[in-house]
């Protein structure tokens, strides 16, 4: 195995591990009005390393990190005692962990377009989970009748609801996580560290 594929495989180790860690920091939860949480910047680490070695690797490293996610929503959130129906279930796996945070590893999709393709790239990637987030609201959560307890005010229309329901925690998110993105793009020896360039010369 060659240094930089010794060197890409210890770093995404390292995001993905600082990933899990700012992941469990949410200050934010309880001031949410409808549930979710808003944690420190979790998806950045993941961000940053889909930016310099690319959407391969990026998508390998935040498929690992849906897993931990989802091994969360099992024993922290009690997934399986939400008494959704097996294709619920299936369903809510999927859209709300694994191709949720695994659309994080999109962020580099346009990295080799300067700092406004890396700030491009992360919004993107967010994006990409809050849709994620949105459909199953729309196709498993309404379903089940317990959103209109939470949201009682939109409960003529499953489509505003989910909106709201992911928007209160993911809006958040997404320009918190720019804002960290910025600022240590904004530092030329953080960003020369980060640049895909930095990646290539290092083969």
């Given at each position: 195995m060659s240094n930089h594929k010794t060197k890409a495989i210890v770093e995404g180790a390292m995001m993905l591990a600082l990933g899990i860690a700012l992941s469990l920091i949410t200050p934010f939860k309880k001031l949410l009005p409808f549930g979710g949480s808003i944690t420190l910047v979790s998806m950045l680490p993941i961000c940053l390393y889909s930016i310099k070695y690319g959407l391969v690797r990026g998508l390998c490293v935040s498929f690992l990190f849906s897993l931990f996610q989802f091994f969360q929503g099992v024993t922290k959130d009690g997934?399986?005692?939400?008494?959704?129906?097996?294709?619920?279930?299936?369903?809510?796996?999927?859209?709300?962990?694994?191709?949720?945070?695994?659309?994080?590893?999109?962020?580099?999709?346009?990295r080799k377009k300067g700092m406004g393709g890396w700030i491009a790239g992360t919004v993107f990637a967010l994006l990409l989970?809050?849709?994620?987030?949105?459909?199953?609201?729309?196709?498993?959560?309404?379903?089940?009748g317990k959103i209109w307890?939470?949201?009682?005010?939109v409960a003529e229309n499953k489509y505003i609801y989910s909106a709201v329901y992911n928007g209160a925690y993911m809006l958040p998110e997404i320009i918190l996580t720019v804002i960290a993105a910025v600022i240590l793009f904004s530092v030329p020896a953080i960003r020369n560290i980060l640049s895909p360039q930095t990646a290539k010369t290092e083969k």
């Open positions: 997934l399986f005692g939400w008494g959704l129906t097996a294709g619920m279930l299936t369903a809510c796996i999927l859209l709300d962990y694994i191709v949720a945070y695994t659309a994080v590893g999109f962020a580099g999709i346009f989970r809050f849709a994620s987030h949105f459909f199953s609201g729309v196709y498993v959560f309404a379903s089940t307890e939470e949201l009682d005010f």
